[in-house]
């Protein structure tokens, strides 16, 4: 049990360390994880009658919490990855593709 406590102490201290930005968009993938497992236990509980909105809803999150971590990771300074890439480029991609999987998801449902 220390050990895990060890962990999550050391992971609280390190992401202090964390630029506000990062944090704004780490807060935003856990409101899409958040929204995608509030839809599957609503679905779970009440039924899928819509199965498409359902789909839809849920995919938008999921698909919504995978490019804000791919902005995440595009924007830290400490990703050795992606040192040459400009902010508002990534921005800029982060924003397309975001309206890429709003158009796609809007015409899946309807």
Avoid: H
């Avoid at 236990?41 to 039924?47: A, C, K």
């Avoid at 789909?55 to 050795?80: E, H, M, N, P, W």
């Avoid at 902010?87 to 999987?101: G, I, K, S």
């Amino acid at each position: 049990m220390e050990a895990v406590q060890g962990i999550f102490r050391t992971f609280a201290q390190e992401y202090k360390k964390t630029p506000p930005k990062i944090k704004i968009l780490d807060a935003f993938a856990v409101y899409a994880l958040t929204t995608a497992a509030l839809q599957f236990i609503y679905m779970r509980l009440v039924g899928s009658f819509p199965f498409n909105a359902f789909l839809a809803g849920f995919l938008v999150c999921i698909g919504f919490f995978v490019l804000t971590v791919c902005l995440r990771l595009q924007l830290d300074k400490q990703s050795s990855d992606f040192k040459d890439l400009a902010p508002e480029r990534a921005l800029a991609d982060y924003v397309l593709c975001n309206c890429a999987l709003f158009l796609g998801v809007w015409n899946f449902i309807g």
